[in-house]
């Protein structure tokens, strides 16, 4: 059974940084690539990074652009996103997915983000 | 950048009753990249439909996806009681903005 954990959200000051994590189970990690997703509170969903099976190729939305890393450790079966700069804005649930393309077949639960003045 | 304009907005509709949903690209699209999401309250979204009318696995065939160009449709047939939530539709890296699907 395909599972996604995300974990990492929290409450964090504006201009903070935030780790978000996502371990991976039941499937071949390192043959997938992987995305994250989000949603603001009440909000519908935004994209916001692509990362390909082997790393060789690395997407972002241009709202998070210079701010968000995408990472991954194939070894490790985790997916990462380092948020630097975080912004009222960037207040969401966050949601890994694996991808077919750009489609995501399995979505983890999401771990929640929430950057406070 | 490709805009993808959902419609209605809210859908009204009662168990057993057929639902259409809309999806307009702002310009002509692959229907290779073309999703269809649900999501209920609380949970993630899930994958309904990919390549415009492919259902994924698991999907009920009362679910189905069609359409081509700009103009994409996602039906449902016979609505189940638990078939009520949002259903998002996604191109690459844009999704829709969405259409609610409620109990009348």
């Known amino acids: 059974e395909v599972q996604l954990v995300e974990s990492g959200g929290g409450l964090v000051q504006r201009g903070g940084s935030l780790r978000l994590s996502c371990a991976a189970s039941?499937?071949?990690?390192?043959?997938?690539?992987m995305n994250w997703v989000r949603q603001a509170p009440g909000k519908g969903l935004e994209w916001v990074s692509y990362?390909?099976?082997?790393?060789?190729?690395?997407y972002y939305a241009d709202s998070v652009k210079g701010r968000f890393t995408i990472s991954r450790d194939n070894a490790k079966n985790s997916l990462y996103l380092q948020m630097n700069s975080l912004r009222d804005e960037d207040t969401a649930v966050y949601y890994c997915?694996?991808?077919?393309?750009?489609?995501?077949?399995?979505w983890g639960q999401g771990t929640l983000v929430t950057v406070s003045s | 950048e490709i805009v993808l304009t959902q419609s209605p907005g809210t859908l009204s509709l009662s168990p057993g009753e057929r639902a259409t949903l809309s999806c307009r690209a702002s310009?002509?699209?692959?229907?290779?990249?073309l999703a269809w999401y649900q999501q209920k309250p609380g949970q993630a979204p899930r994958l309904l439909i990919y390549?415009?009318?492919s259902r994924a696995t698991g999907i009920p065939d009362r679910f189905s996806g069609s359409g081509s160009g700009t103009d994409f449709t996602l039906t449902i047939s016979r609505l189940e009681p638990e078939d009520f939530a949002v259903y998002y539709c996604?191109?690459?890296?844009?999704f829709g903005q969405g259409t609610r699907l409620e109990i009348k």
């Open positions: 997915a694996r991808a077919l393309a750009m489609i995501q077949d399995y």
């Open positions: 039941g499937f071949s990690f390192s043959s997938y690539s």
């Open positions: 996604q191109k690459w890296s844009t």
């Open positions: 310009q002509s699209v692959s229907s290779s990249y």
């Open positions: 990362i390909s099976s082997s790393n060789s190729t690395i």
């Open positions: 390549g415009a009318s």
